[in-house]
């Protein structure tokens, strides 16, 4: 996580016991991420990217109260919409082998519609550094969290900018903010789609290598999962501080919107239970007395907008180890400078 203020500020610091104990740390072989626990407590949500060389062994390191905890993987469910090459639907669940701590935080989504405008707390493992510099490769590994805005859709920006922005994003599902350091020369979304802002101060940070897979938070539930970071110019004016893309003022990130894969979401943990209904008639209300011991998983929620669901033939209801991820690379390098953000553990 880049800040405004000196990473080590304890503004800065996801410290143990102070609510983001379910954030956590994702090691895919020798390259790591961040997730996030979901309500169930058997499930990590975090970006499809970080699977992009495969599945390779899985770890999440929980740091909670208790102590430091690492749960191997049992399966790994990825979008089955997951589009490498414009990052679209950026998601992938992390099924745990074993019931996460029960000193770390469970959260539940962000299901409105109404986060452009509203302000976000970021939280993640990636490198660290100021908005002057940008990251430090060589920065250690902690657990952080920034604030920012979420200013727009990702789309609004490519209607804005057509081809020099060298990927399309899926309207309605990638959520934008950019880097600010109160300066207008380094407000990127002021100078590439009119939306100006100066930030929020001290408090301000941006998303770095290692924080791919982090939640964004609203009022303490998962709104976006880091996807990605970009610098950009448009007509020759070019809002980055230093030319570099290193997460520095004038940057830009983006989010996958968890509001918009809210069922595909909530399908997939109700599809990881043995015996789960696969549809409303399925569901028993209740359990005649006097049948002791027996087990039934109940799962009575609606939710508004979404369709009941879909029948075992569906990519959205197949259990996690069915559905696997495209094996394409990345890490992408075009114009307007998309850089998928996984951290590389040193060996």
Avoid at 13 to 42: E, F, K, Q
Avoid at 298 to 316: D, H, K, V, W
């Amino acid at each position: 996580m880049v800040t405004t203020a000196v990473y080590t500020d304890a503004c800065n610091r996801a410290l143990i016991g102070t609510g983001y104990d379910g954030v956590v740390r994702v090691t895919v072989g020798s390259s790591y991420g961040t997730g996030v626990l979901l309500y169930d407590g058997r499930a990590i949500l975090t970006a499809a990217h970080l699977f992009a060389d495969g599945m390779a062994t899985t770890n999440v390191q929980f740091e909670t109260t208790a102590g430091s905890q690492t749960i191997t993987a049992s399966g790994i469910t990825v979008s089955p919409l997951y589009e490498s090459t414009d990052n679209n639907n950026d998601l992938a669940i992390v099924w745990l082998s074993a019931t996460a701590p029960a000193e770390a935080e469970r959260y539940s989504l962000y299901r409105e519609s109404d986060e452009i405008g509203q302000c976000m707390t970021m939280v993640g493992y990636g490198l660290s550094g100021n908005g002057s510099t940008g990251y430090q490769s060589t920065s250690s590994i902690v657990r952080l969290k920034a604030e920012n805005q979420f200013d727009a859709d990702t789309s609004t920006l490519k209607a804005w900018l057509g081809s020099a922005m060298g990927w399309t994003s899926t309207p309605g599902t990638q959520l934008l903010a950019d880097f600010d350091d109160g300066n207008t020369t380094h407000d990127a979304l002021g100078w590439l789609i009119n939306q100006a802002g100066s930030g929020l101060g001290q408090s301000e940070g941006l998303v770095a290598p290692g924080d791919s897979g982090g939640p964004a938070f609203i009022n303490g539930q998962i709104a976006g999962i880091t996807s990605y970071t970009a610098r950009l110019e448009r007509n020759g004016i070019v809002p980055d501080i230093d030319s570099v893309s290193n997460s520095s003022y004038g940057e830009i990130a983006s989010w996958t919107r968890c509001s918009a894969y809210q069922q595909w979401i909530d399908q997939s943990i109700r599809a990881s239970y043995e015996n789960a209904p696969a549809s409303a008639s399925e569901v028993q209300l209740r359990i005649t007395e006097g049948h002791s011991g027996t087990t039934l998983p109940i799962f009575c929620f609606s939710l508004p907008g979404c369709e009941p669901a879909r029948t075992s033939g569906s990519a959205l209801t197949m259990p996690p180890e069915t559905v696997q991820p495209p094996q394409a690379r990345i890490i992408l390098q075009r114009a307007g400078a998309l850089s998928c953000i996984r951290g590389r553990i040193k060996l």
